[in-house]
């Protein structure tokens, strides 16, 4: 089974609150590398280029923390999904 296929199967609750704050004031004046574009391994981060800034799409969130730890410029406040929500991984 393909890494697509094992994530389809994983059920996610979502929250109307975002559990990824993003500092949109460091990412315009000291970040040049954007490493969450490439580094989630759920590909949830964009560049909106009319807003000038990074989005990102929490609720497909696996919840592993990498674009907390790859944004060096500490613009990603990233903290687990609260009490009932967030990724349920399914293993089939």
Not at 14 to 24: A, G, R, V
Not at 35 to 47: I, K, N, Q
Not at 49 to 69: D, K, R, S
Request: some cysteine.
């Amino acid at each position: 089974m393909k890494i697509d296929e094992k994530l389809a199967i994983d059920a996610f609750k979502t929250d109307k609150e975002s559990h990824i704050i993003i500092n949109h004031d460091i990412c315009r004046t000291r970040c040049t590398k954007r490493y969450c574009l490439t580094v989630c391994p759920g590909h949830l981060y964009t560049f909106n280029e009319e807003e000038n800034a990074i989005v990102v799409e929490y609720a497909g969130c696996l919840e592993c923390g990498t674009c907390m730890i790859a944004c060096i410029e500490g613009a990603i406040d990233w903290a687990y999904p609260k009490g009932d929500f967030g990724v349920q991984y399914r293993y089939g």
